[in-house]
């Protein structure tokens, strides 16, 4: 056995983990004390709080969608391969350049 810096015998193991039972029969809840109820939730998320988190995180969601279409709409690669074969805003991205102002 070896010895801790805290001064405690170690094997050298990590102690099984002892969950507690539930418990079979009903406990009693008092009829003076706090009415709780249990609320499902996911890793500690509940559904008001996950639907509170999914509206901000659409939120920025979309801004940096915003901001990612104008900013990459001045690539020309991007901008005549994908931004223009868009069904509604595609024609807003095309850019065709007249005659008299071709140098070549």
């Known amino acids: 056995m070896a010895i801790s ?3 405690f015998q170690s094997s050298g193991r990590t102690p099984l983990r002892v969950y507690n039972t539930q ?4 406990t009693y809840i008092s ?3 706090p009415k709780t109820k249990h609320i499902p939730n996911l890793m500690g998320l509940s559904f ?3 639907l509170r988190y999914g509206t901000i995180a659409s939120g920025f ?9 104008f ?7 991007v901008r005549n391969d994908i931004l223009s074969k868009v ?6 991205w095309v850019r065709e350049v ?3 102002d071709n140098p070549f």
């Open 31 to 33: 009829p003076y004390g």
């Open 71 to 77: 900013f990459f709409g001045e690539v020309p690669k």
């Open 61 to 69: 969601g979309v801004a940096a969608g915003t901001f990612a279409l």
């Open 23 to 26: 418990p079979t029969y009903n």
């Open 5 to 7: 810096q805290e001064g």
């Open 48 to 50: 008001p709080k996950l």
């Open 87 to 92: 069904p509604v805003i595609g024609e807003y």
């Open 98 to 100: 007249p005659p008299e």
